[in-house]
């Protein structure tokens, strides 16, 4: 099974084609844009670029939003983490936690519109911790001040097979292998 994945990532890229090829779906790339709504969840974001996307025309195709959740920010920067990247990035972030707790999760949420298997979203759940110093060049984004529960490497230190074990858009690409192997009932 092919699928198109909509991202302007190149490692988000990576990440799904070293994930979702073991699982037996081709990943094809499509550099299209989406308009990110502003809203509470991840889901709703997701939702709304495949109805976008599903309107301009496009089908067999998969997108994600991510964000990292700290209970102690009351769960900021969560869907707004794109844009706290952008702005104060990882250097901001340790900023903003001084003093604070240090408990954080990752989630991605992965929606997929397809001709033969339809539409659903799946959502994937890292839980963590900031660390107190930026380590590691692998990755993207948060990924140097970020270790994922019982480890003691950041995501930005591990390779990115490790990484996808652990990390919330490698559990939500198991997730979605898993929903399309009970919607295709047996298919190939
Ligand atoms: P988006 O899903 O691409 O919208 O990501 C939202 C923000 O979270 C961006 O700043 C990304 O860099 C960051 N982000 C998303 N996924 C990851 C990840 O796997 N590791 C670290 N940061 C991430």
Known sequence: MKLGLVTSNRHKLEEYRQGLEPLGVEVEHLDV?????????????????????????????????????????????GVYSAYIMDTIGCRGMLRLLEGLGREARFE?????????????????????????????????????????????????????????????RGKAMVLLAREMERRMGGRK
């Open 33 to 77: 844009d989406c308009d990110e709504i502003q809203t509470e969840t991840l889901q709703d974001v997701v939702r709304s670029c495949l109805d976008q996307l599903k309107g301009a025309g496009l089908s067999n195709f998969m997108l994600d939003d991510s964000g990292l959740f700290v209970p102690s920010l009351n769960g900021f920067p």
């Open 108 to 168: 991605c949420c992965i929606g997929v519109c397809s001709d033969e298997l339809g539409e659903f979203t799946v959502t994937g759940v890292s839980p963590g911790m900031i660390v107190r110093e930026e380590r590691g060049t692998g990755g993207f984004g948060y990924d140097p001040i970020f270790v994922p529960e019982g480890h003691e490497l950041t995501f930005a230190q591990m390779d990115m097979a490790s990484k996808n074990e652990l990390s919330h």
